[in-house]
């Protein structure tokens, strides 16, 4: 195995003095943690009445409120939580500044930004037509004023459980002793599971879902990863970025996606998120040779051309 120098950026290796075994396989208790609290923390969920309803309680509010109730403590208790204690942990408190500052770079050309806010929809768009045969809809002016707004909140929720787990703490680690796609097939599957309980509720169609649902939404992350290493990488590990791109998909598919094709079938969603991170993820893999914007030479750590332009690769 290669072995490359450690980027500026990358995570600084803990002492040995500092956190046991901890932190001498940081990835491997990240990913253990991840898990345990946020399978933990989701069980009355699954429980309830919103799940396998072995237990006679259903969290209020619809469908939004049993997610902000029943699955959201979970997900902040896993990614982000299990980050934050096996950064401090293993690096202290200079660990915890330094993922601080991540966390919070916008130093990004606005065009990334920008290429985001319309790359996603449109490309769900076209895979829903393709699938579905019918054009799309133009969407209520309601559906229009309210697209950022529950961009914003995606972002506070969804983007800001997962992705400092997956993409902020693990990818560095693993693309500096794997390099940037043997790293996205460990966190692409690794993801996709953390998600699977979640499959014997109505997040997922549960109790009774099928075989099906959940191994084309395991095939989805990991080629939807894909697509985020690339991204992280070409944009200098911007996590505002990379979350903003992780949730304008759940933003397009609650907000504006039923209303952009009225007669699809909701089963249709699934696939066009498949179909579109496929294509996605095979034009980038040809089209980088596989790199995923990594740089030649460099284990972990991106290109530090911030500047550039979203159509480079």
Sequence with gaps: MTTHAPPENAPHPPRRSRGGTLARHPVTWFFALAFGLSWLAWTPYILSGNGLGVWHFTFPGGGLGSQLLGVLPGAYLGPIASALLVTGVSEG??????????????????????????AVPAALTLSTAALSGTGPVLPS??????????????????????????????????????????????????????????????????????????????????????????????????????????????????????????????????HAFLLASVTGAVILLVATRGRLGLREGRGGGVAKDLGGTPSAV
């Design 93 to 118: 408190r200079a660990g915890l500044r330094a993922w601080r500052r991540r966390m919070t770079s916008f130093r990004v050309s606005w065009l990334w930004y920008a290429a985001v806010l319309v």
């Design 141 to 270: 002016a309601a559906v229009l004023v309210a697209y950022l707004p529950g961009l914003v909140l995606q972002m506070v929720t969804t983007g800001l459980a997962e992705e400092p787990g997956w993409r902020e703490f693990a990818m560095p680690r693993l693309q500096h002793r794997h390099g940037a796609l043997r790293a996205t097939l460990i966190v692409g599957p690794l993801w996709g599971a953390w998600h699977l309980p979640l499959f014997l509720t109505e997040w997922g169609g549960g109790p009774h879902v099928g075989l099906l649902e959940p191994v084309e939404f395991l095939a989805t992350t990991v080629a939807f990863s894909v697509v985020m290493t690339w991204l992280f990488n070409r944009s200098g590990e911007s996590m505002p970025l990379v979350m903003l791109l992780h949730t304008s998909v759940n933003n397009y598919f609650s907000t504006a996606w039923s209303e952009v094709f009225p007669s699809a079938s909701s089963r249709t969603t699934a």
